[in-house]
């Protein structure tokens, strides 16, 4: 992977289409949440990239890339991890409230968000993340047997797609942390705005759970157009 390749960035996310169920709440997305978080970009990044979904689905205005195996729900975003060497990730429930160029060009090896709502130790969260090189070890290790993965991750100190990253990774390198690169620059609207505002020095405001953002009815979430 020579520099020039560097240069353009990716920034990337995932929808799977269906209804999935995440304990009690109902989540689906559609076509409409990509090109929400899509247009977020343009005004907070301010350096080269592609934006790319890896999706079940053609979704107009979006670079995608097939998603392949059938994975329910966020597990299809260990397929991420097949595709891309450079990559920066976003949830689609995720509203970039500042410039977030230096996070988006630094030359990340693997890092993840220390998790948002737990305070266990060692939890990471998968709702942003970037890496360069090559990670696919992850992608195999679950496509070896996923039945197995999806069935083991259901505990707090094991869950989801994260809790699987957690436990394979930190056999291989190990992660950094957002926030212990970027302190104050990545918040959780519920665990560390509490459903206020975010200050000057946030620059992302993570989603997880309810409300939607969308739903928030916060000025500086932008607004879910349909059908655009």
Known sequence: MDSGTLAMRTIACVLKTGVWRNRHMRVEYGPDHVRWLRDQFPRYVGTAYRFVCLSDIPI???????????????????????????????????????????????????????????????????????????????????????????????????????????????????????????????????????YGDPGKDCRIVCFHGEPRPWASGKSWVPELKHGH
């Open 60 to 194: 107009a205005g979006v670079d995608v890339i097939p998603l392949r195996d059938d994975l329910p729900g966020w597990w299809s975003k260990l397929e991420l991890f097949r595709e891309l060497e450079d990559a920066f990730y976003v949830d689609l429930d995720t509203v970039i409230v500042g410039d977030i160029t230096r996070m988006v060009k630094h030359k990340h090896r693997f890092t993840v968000l220390r998790n948002l709502s737990s305070k266990q130790e060692g939890r990471i969260g998968s709702g942003v993340m970037a890496w360069r090189g090559d990670y696919s070890h992850l992608y195999r290790t679950f496509m070896a047997d996923p039945q197995r993965h999806m069935a083991e991750c259901v505990t707090p100190a094991k869950w989801g797609d994260q809790g699987f990253i957690q436990h394979v990774q930190r056999e291989h390198g190990g992660w950094d942390y957002f926030q212990d690169l970027w302190p104050g620059r990545i918040q959780s609207f519920k665990t560390d705005l509490r």
